[in-house]
């Protein structure tokens, strides 16, 4: 696909997604740590609604490490995967505290060498909390849309990473988080793509296949 096409899917998003924001709910950076790490395989919606009693229960960086890991999976149990990201959470919170003087770090390095931190977790963080967009989260919207439109067809999340990161600008980088989440939720839905009002199915080599396809079967 030419970077100019690209810079246009961009500019069409944006357009249809004016708000579009990080959707995960957290006021200081090490919640957004706890509730990118709750997100795995689970949704921001379901998230944000055990988020509030967690961070009631732990104001500080202190407070997850310490606290009972019973009572966290017990919290967390509605996010999934509860005894894992439990763990996680009281590892990180340590090594936050032990190795990171108690302030989250920023740079792709560092937040991977955190328990529970996978490098789409980074790229979320390091944009969210630091405003650094070097690269781009690859999640399941954005690895659905990717394929689909034509932007990769890789399947491997840092492979499809790379590709994006060749045809988008540094400009447009830190909106593409975003703007791919909400396109897939409201319109790029998997299973059931809503093509007809999809505000860049002219560049779309998903929507120009099917349209084709329909045009021999008439």
Excluded at 4 to 31: G, H, M, W
Aim: aromatic share 6%.
């Amino acid at each position: 696909m030419k970077k100019s096409d690209a810079t246009k899917i961009v500019q069409n998003l944006r357009t249809a997604y004016p708000d579009a924001t990080c959707s995960l709910d957290f006021s200081t950076p090490f919640e957004l740590v706890i509730a990118v790490m709750l997100s795995a395989q689970c949704t921001d919606e379901r998230v944000n609604k055990t988020t509030p009693e967690l961070f009631n229960r732990c104001k500080t960086i202190e407070d997850f490490a310490n606290i009972d890991i019973s009572e966290l999976e017990k919290i967390i149990h509605p996010c999934g995967f509860y005894k894992n990201k439990a763990k996680n959470i009281k590892l990180c919170a340590s090594q936050v505290l032990n190795d990171f003087n108690g302030i989250v770090p920023h740079t792709m390095e560092e937040l991977t060498s955190l328990a529970g931190v996978g490098r789409k977790s980074a790229n979320v963080i390091m944009l969210e909390v630091f405003g650094i967009a070097q690269g781009i989260a690859v999640d399941t919207h954005a690895k659905r849309i990717s394929n689909l439109v034509g932007l990769s067809v890789e399947k491997d999340p840092l492979k499809i990473e790379q590709d994006l990161l060749k045809i988008f600008s540094k400009n447009d980088i830190k909106d593409i988080n975003h703007l791919f989440v909400w396109h897939g939720r409201n319109t790029c839905i998997a299973r059931h793509p809503k093509c007809d009002i999809c505000p860049i199915k002219d560049f779309c080599k998903y929507y120009k296949n099917k349209d084709i396809q329909l045009t021999k079967s008439l």
